[in-house]
């Protein structure tokens, strides 16, 4: 079943190895293929927006995802899951949803669900600044 996919004007998707940018008007696509690692721009994170440790593991899976070697980026992931887990142990559901998906080779899968850990991580944080402020004005 072939995959359609809008872009808008000079948005960017990754097709297999390929970073492919659109010109400066909307385009239609019909992607037909079998296994191959599709991302739009906006699901994309580069070294440089992986800017938390959430945000790192996303990167490490994003890269398994679209390796042709998935297994040369497991000891990554697994050292950053690791600090993460030893940080923050409400994490695991997620992690092993991340780790569930990985292991059964639907990297796809897990990076929905590596989302939903930056989205954690994102409501710790934001509490965490919460508690501050209101130690900070008493």
Known sequence: MALKVELKPNE??????????????????????????????????TPATANTPAKLVYLAVQLMYISPNPEAN???????????????????????????????????HALKEARKLIAYEKKLLDHNQSVQRKRSAA
């Open 12 to 45: 960017r998707i990754i097709i297999g190895s390929c970073v492919i940018t659109n010109t400066d008007q909307r385009a239609r696509l019909l992607i037909d293929g079998d296994k191959i690692p599709i991302l739009r721009e906006k699901d994309i994170l």
């Open 74 to 108: 497991h000891g990554t992931y697994f050292n950053l899951v690791r600090d993460i887990v030893t940080a923050a142990p409400s994490a695991w559901p997620i992690i092993e949803g991340i780790n569930n998906s990985i292991m059964s080779g639907d990297l796809y």
